[in-house]
Protein backbone atom coordinates (compact mmCIF):
# COMPACT_ATOMS: atom_id res chain seq x y z
CA UNK A 1 0.00 0.00 0.00
CA UNK A 2 1.14 3.13 -1.07
CA UNK A 3 2.67 5.73 2.19
CA UNK A 4 -0.21 7.46 4.11
CA UNK A 5 -0.73 11.15 3.97
CA UNK A 6 -0.69 13.04 7.24
CA UNK A 7 -4.13 14.62 8.61
CA UNK A 8 -2.79 17.88 7.10
CA UNK A 9 -1.85 17.18 4.08
CA UNK A 10 -5.26 15.09 3.12
CA UNK A 11 -7.02 18.39 4.23
CA UNK A 12 -4.52 20.66 1.38
CA UNK A 13 -5.34 17.69 -0.92
CA UNK A 14 -9.13 17.73 -0.78
CA UNK A 15 -8.70 21.14 -0.40
CA UNK A 16 -6.89 21.39 -4.04
CA UNK A 17 -9.26 18.92 -5.43
CA UNK A 18 -12.61 20.04 -4.62
CA UNK A 19 -13.73 22.51 -7.70
CA UNK A 20 -13.06 18.74 -9.81
CA UNK A 21 -14.52 16.15 -7.41
CA UNK A 22 -18.28 16.37 -8.62
CA UNK A 23 -16.99 16.20 -12.38
CA UNK A 24 -13.89 13.59 -11.48
CA UNK A 25 -16.11 11.14 -9.38
CA UNK A 26 -19.07 11.06 -11.62
CA UNK A 27 -17.95 9.18 -13.96
CA UNK A 28 -15.96 6.37 -11.63
CA UNK A 29 -19.57 6.83 -9.35
CA UNK A 30 -21.75 5.50 -12.75
CA UNK A 31 -19.48 2.59 -13.07
CA UNK A 32 -19.05 1.23 -9.42
CA UNK A 33 -21.60 2.42 -7.67
CA UNK A 34 -24.47 3.63 -9.75
CA UNK A 35 -27.49 3.84 -7.51
CA UNK A 36 -25.61 3.50 -4.31
CA UNK A 37 -26.00 6.82 -2.63
CA UNK A 38 -29.57 6.61 -3.76
CA UNK A 39 -29.86 3.11 -2.00
CA UNK A 40 -27.79 4.02 1.37
CA UNK A 41 -29.04 7.28 1.76
CA UNK A 42 -32.99 6.52 2.33
CA UNK A 43 -32.35 4.36 5.01
CA UNK A 44 -31.41 6.70 7.52
CA UNK A 45 -33.35 7.77 10.22
CA UNK A 46 -33.41 10.59 12.99
CA UNK A 47 -29.96 12.57 14.28
CA UNK A 48 -28.01 11.95 11.38
CA UNK A 49 -24.33 12.41 10.79
CA UNK A 50 -22.80 12.01 7.71
CA UNK A 51 -18.85 11.75 7.72
CA UNK A 52 -16.79 12.65 4.55
CA UNK A 53 -19.69 14.67 3.52
CA UNK A 54 -17.69 16.19 0.46
CA UNK A 55 -19.46 18.29 -1.67
CA UNK A 56 -22.34 17.35 -0.40
CA UNK A 57 -23.76 14.98 -2.84
CA UNK A 58 -25.68 12.76 -0.54
CA UNK A 59 -28.40 15.66 0.45
CA UNK A 60 -30.66 14.95 -1.76
CA UNK A 61 -30.91 11.38 -1.30
CA UNK A 62 -32.09 11.36 2.64
CA UNK A 63 -35.60 11.52 4.19
CA UNK A 64 -36.71 15.42 4.74
CA UNK A 65 -37.36 15.10 8.30
CA UNK A 66 -33.92 13.87 9.80
CA UNK A 67 -31.60 16.19 11.71
CA UNK A 68 -28.56 16.14 9.56
CA UNK A 69 -24.96 17.21 10.45
CA UNK A 70 -21.98 16.65 7.91
CA UNK A 71 -18.35 16.54 8.67
CA UNK A 72 -15.25 17.21 6.42
CA UNK A 73 -11.57 17.10 6.73
CA UNK A 74 -11.73 20.40 3.92
CA UNK A 75 -12.98 23.57 4.23
CA UNK A 76 -13.03 23.31 0.24
CA UNK A 77 -15.48 20.57 0.76
CA UNK A 78 -17.51 22.27 3.03
CA UNK A 79 -18.16 25.68 1.02
CA UNK A 80 -19.54 23.10 -1.62
CA UNK A 81 -21.52 21.20 0.28
CA UNK A 82 -22.71 24.69 2.05
CA UNK A 83 -23.88 26.02 -1.39
CA UNK A 84 -25.28 22.49 -2.44
CA UNK A 85 -27.54 22.58 0.46
CA UNK A 86 -28.45 26.25 0.13
CA UNK A 87 -29.50 25.77 -3.18
CA UNK A 88 -31.56 22.47 -2.28
CA UNK A 89 -33.38 24.17 0.66
CA UNK A 90 -31.71 21.51 2.73
CA UNK A 91 -31.13 22.18 6.42
CA UNK A 92 -27.65 20.94 7.12
CA UNK A 93 -25.10 21.52 9.72
CA UNK A 94 -21.80 21.34 9.02
CA UNK A 95 -18.77 21.73 10.37
CA UNK A 96 -14.86 20.81 10.18
CA UNK A 97 -13.27 17.54 11.47
CA UNK A 98 -11.40 14.26 11.53
CA UNK A 99 -13.30 11.16 10.60
CA UNK A 100 -10.80 9.55 13.23
CA UNK A 101 -11.58 11.67 16.06
CA UNK A 102 -14.97 12.78 15.75
CA UNK A 103 -15.54 15.95 17.63
CA UNK A 104 -19.02 14.99 19.33
CA UNK A 105 -20.21 13.00 22.31
CA UNK A 106 -20.56 9.64 22.71
CA UNK A 107 -24.21 8.11 21.45
CA UNK A 108 -24.90 11.44 20.01
CA UNK A 109 -26.39 9.68 16.47
CA UNK A 110 -29.05 7.41 15.40
CA UNK A 111 -27.49 7.02 12.28
CA UNK A 112 -24.19 7.35 10.91
CA UNK A 113 -23.21 7.77 7.16
CA UNK A 114 -20.21 7.44 5.10
CA UNK A 115 -20.00 6.63 1.37
CA UNK A 116 -16.89 6.81 -0.63
CA UNK A 117 -15.16 8.55 2.43
CA UNK A 118 -13.03 5.80 4.04
CA UNK A 119 -11.33 5.59 1.30
CA UNK A 120 -9.60 8.57 1.99
CA UNK A 121 -8.92 8.27 5.45
CA UNK A 122 -5.78 6.93 6.47
CA UNK A 123 -7.15 4.83 9.61
CA UNK A 124 -10.29 3.90 8.65
CA UNK A 125 -10.30 1.61 11.41
CA UNK A 126 -10.07 4.09 13.79
CA UNK A 127 -12.91 5.93 11.91
CA UNK A 128 -15.04 3.39 11.79
CA UNK A 129 -14.35 3.02 15.69
CA UNK A 130 -15.19 6.72 15.80
CA UNK A 131 -18.46 6.23 14.05
CA UNK A 132 -19.71 3.47 16.32
CA UNK A 133 -18.65 5.60 19.30
CA UNK A 134 -21.15 8.44 18.52
CA UNK A 135 -23.97 6.05 17.46
CA UNK A 136 -26.80 5.91 20.21
CA UNK A 137 -27.55 1.86 20.95
CA UNK A 138 -29.83 0.36 18.41
CA UNK A 139 -28.13 2.91 15.47
CA UNK A 140 -27.42 2.27 12.36
CA UNK A 141 -23.85 2.70 10.82
CA UNK A 142 -24.33 3.09 6.90
CA UNK A 143 -21.34 2.56 4.71
CA UNK A 144 -20.58 2.64 0.75
CA UNK A 145 -17.02 2.30 -0.45
CA UNK A 146 -14.62 0.52 -2.66
CA UNK A 147 -12.12 -2.44 -1.65
CA UNK A 148 -8.96 -3.74 -3.26
CA UNK A 149 -10.05 -6.52 -5.73
CA UNK A 150 -9.23 -10.18 -5.05
CA UNK A 151 -8.91 -10.63 -8.68
CA UNK A 152 -5.16 -10.31 -9.64
CA UNK A 153 -4.79 -8.68 -12.79
CA UNK A 154 -7.32 -5.84 -11.33
CA UNK A 155 -5.38 -5.57 -8.25
CA UNK A 156 -2.31 -5.09 -9.99
CA UNK A 157 -4.00 -2.22 -11.66
CA UNK A 158 -5.53 -0.98 -8.25
CA UNK A 159 -1.78 -0.99 -7.03
CA UNK A 160 -0.30 1.14 -9.61
CA UNK A 161 -3.30 3.60 -9.58
CA UNK A 162 -2.99 4.01 -5.74
CA UNK A 163 0.34 4.92 -6.95
CA UNK A 164 -0.88 8.28 -7.78
CA UNK A 165 -4.62 8.32 -6.30
CA UNK A 166 -2.96 8.87 -2.76
CA UNK A 167 -0.99 11.81 -3.33
CA UNK A 168 -3.55 13.01 -6.16
CA UNK A 169 -6.78 12.78 -4.26
CA UNK A 170 -5.97 11.09 -1.01
CA UNK A 171 -8.07 7.67 -2.27
CA UNK A 172 -6.76 3.80 -1.18
CA UNK A 173 -7.52 1.75 -3.85
CA UNK A 174 -6.02 -1.67 -2.34
CA UNK A 175 -7.63 -1.70 1.31
CA UNK A 176 -9.82 -5.14 2.22
CA UNK A 177 -13.27 -5.33 3.96
CA UNK A 178 -12.48 -4.69 7.64
CA UNK A 179 -13.42 -7.96 9.15
Known sequence: MSKKLTTEGLREVWDRYAPRYDRDIG??????????????CPQATGDVLEVAIGTGLNLPHYPADVRLVG????????GIARTRAAELG???????GDAQALPFPDESFDTVVCTLGLCGVPDERAAIAEMHRVLRPGGKLLLLDHVGSQHRVVHFVQS????LSVRMCGDYQTRRPLP
Do not use: I, N, T, Y
Not at 29 to 40: A, H, L, N
Not at 90 to 96: D, G, I
Open 90 to 96: RAVELCE
Open 27 to 40: FFERVQFGGGREWV
Open 160 to 163: LLEK
Open 71 to 78: LDLSPAML
